[in-house]
C-alpha cells in the first residue's frame, strides 16, 4: 500500500469514526487501532524519505 492509499484509508477511517452512531464499541477499536497503524507507517515513510534527502 503507497503512502497516499494509507492516508486515503486513515482518512476514511477518521470519517466514520466521526460519524460513530453506528458503530459498536469493538469496531471503533479497530478502527482507530487501523488509523493509528496507517499514520506510524505513514510517519516512518517521511522520516526515512526525510533522512534520505538529507545524505
Given amino acids: 500500500m503507497?503512502?497516499?492509499?494509507?492516508?486515503?484509508?486513515?482518512?476514511?477511517i477518521i470519517a466514520q469514526?466521526?460519524?460513530?452512531?453506528?458503530?459498536?464499541?469493538?469496531?471503533?477499536?479497530?478502527l482507530a487501532a487501523e488509523a493509528t497503524e496507517l499514520l506510524k507507517q505513514?510517519?516512518?515513510l517521511l522520516a526515512e524519505m526525510?533522512?534520505?534527502?538529507s545524505v
Fill in 42 to 44: 505513514c510517519k516512518s
Fill in 17 to 30: 469514526l466521526e460519524a460513530a452512531e453506528a458503530l459498536s464499541m469493538d469496531e471503533y477499536k479497530r
Fill in 50 to 53: 526525510h533522512e534520505d534527502m
Fill in 2 to 12: 503507497s503512502y497516499d492509499d494509507k492516508i486515503k484509508r486513515a482518512e476514511e
